[in-house]
């Protein structure tokens, strides 16, 4: 039988920090996985999560509600787009983004947080498999 799971941010599963500006809080449901993202004024993803994540552009596919604060994102194709409190937002692989204006931006991320800012050389054991890198970040 299936079993009612509650979690909290305050308490989150693992907390990843960023390379400055920001944290990511995840929680883990069985298969699942649920992020907060926190990216204070200043952060940018080209500066604060690209040595982590040693890829030329964040390669996750985000599903995201804005809770607070604003960003820019640009595409690798130059597509761009401005998310802001109350947004809702799918962003595919391939994007740089930057917090806007003086106030943090805070996000709850449903599809992209399983491996964001986790390093390269991280690696988790499943279920009696081998160990592998990270697909994304």
């Known amino acids: 039988m299936a079993h009612i799971s509650v979690k909290r941010f305050s308490t989150p599963d693992e907390t990843r920090p960023f390379a400055d500006k920001g944290h990511a809080e995840i929680l883990r449901f069985g298969e699942g996985v649920v992020g907060r993202g926190v990216f204070e004024p200043g952060w940018r993803w080209s500066s604060h999560v690209k040595p982590i994540a040693g890829t030329r552009s964040c390669q996750a596919t985000h ?14 194709d130059g597509e761009e787009a401005e998310m802001a409190a109350g947004d809702y937002v799918t962003i595919p692989p391939g994007h ?20 964001y800012a986790e390093g390269r050389t991280a690696s988790r054991t499943q279920q009696g498999a081998e160990a592998q890198p990270p697909a994304h970040h």
């Open 96 to 115: 740089d983004a930057w917090t806007v204006g003086d106030e943090a931006c805070v996000v709850i991320d449903v599809a992209g947080m399983e491996h």
């Open 63 to 76: 599903s995201c509600y804005v809770v607070s604060g604003r960003m820019h994102l640009v595409m690798d």
